[in-house]
């Protein structure tokens, strides 16, 4: 079982990517406070199944992909941390590594192993409904390893952003962060 919490048009296009993969003896859940996001993923097939309560989505997962808002994060761990199985694979895919590392750690158990990862996207999609399963083919798909993964979980992270058809990109925390405000805010600061 996959659990992606937010279906935001990234977490809905990650779906679509899974199901278009054919995994076998996979289910894509997708789980989301919003519940038009959720109602459009579901119908476009980007998962198996909805699920709107968060605890009963994430119960007996074996990966749980976050594609959430950063404000939201620490208290989705918090909530989440305590009823996912051992041995459970975590990642996001936030633009910023910081906070999320260090909430990976405070509120996660040591029994969970959590990644951090961020799609280099080259298309900005709006909603939901934008959702396109080519959307990771041929990026960068940063991964950032926690000090605790295990070398089984970051294989299963690496042939996650493989089957979808991305390029793993190894960097640490403040690597990440700093390339990731460049990218972002430098060209404001330019303009």
């Not at 054919?22 to 959720?38: F, H, K, M, P």
């Amino acid at each position: 079982r996959i659990t992606i919490i937010g279906m935001g048009p990234v977490g809905a296009s990650l779906g679509l990517a899974l199901k278009r993969a054919n995994l076998a003896d996979t289910e894509v859940i997708g789980t989301s406070q919003n519940r038009d996001y959720l109602s459009t993923a579901s119908k476009m097939g980007a998962i198996d199944e909805a699920i709107a309560n968060l605890k009963t989505a994430v119960r007996d997962a074996g990966l749980v992909i976050l594609d959430t808002p950063l404000r939201e994060t620490r208290e989705i761990m918090e909530t989440i941390g305590p009823i996912l199985e051992k041995g459970c694979i975590v990642t996001d895919m936030s633009a910023s590594k910081l906070r999320i590392m260090e909430w990976s750690e405070k509120y996660l158990p040591t029994y969970v192993n959590f990644i951090g990862g961020h799609p280099l996207t080259k298309k900005t999609l709006r909603s939901p409904k934008e959702a396109d399963a080519s959307l990771f083919e041929g990026i960068d798909y940063c991964i950032i390893m926690s000090k605790l993964a295990e070398q089984k979980a970051i294989k299963t992270v690496i042939n996650l952003v493989e089957t979808l058809g991305a390029k793993p990109l190894f960097l640490d925390t403040h690597e990440h962060d700093s390339y990731s405000a460049a990218m972002n805010y430098l060209p404001i600061v330019i303009s």
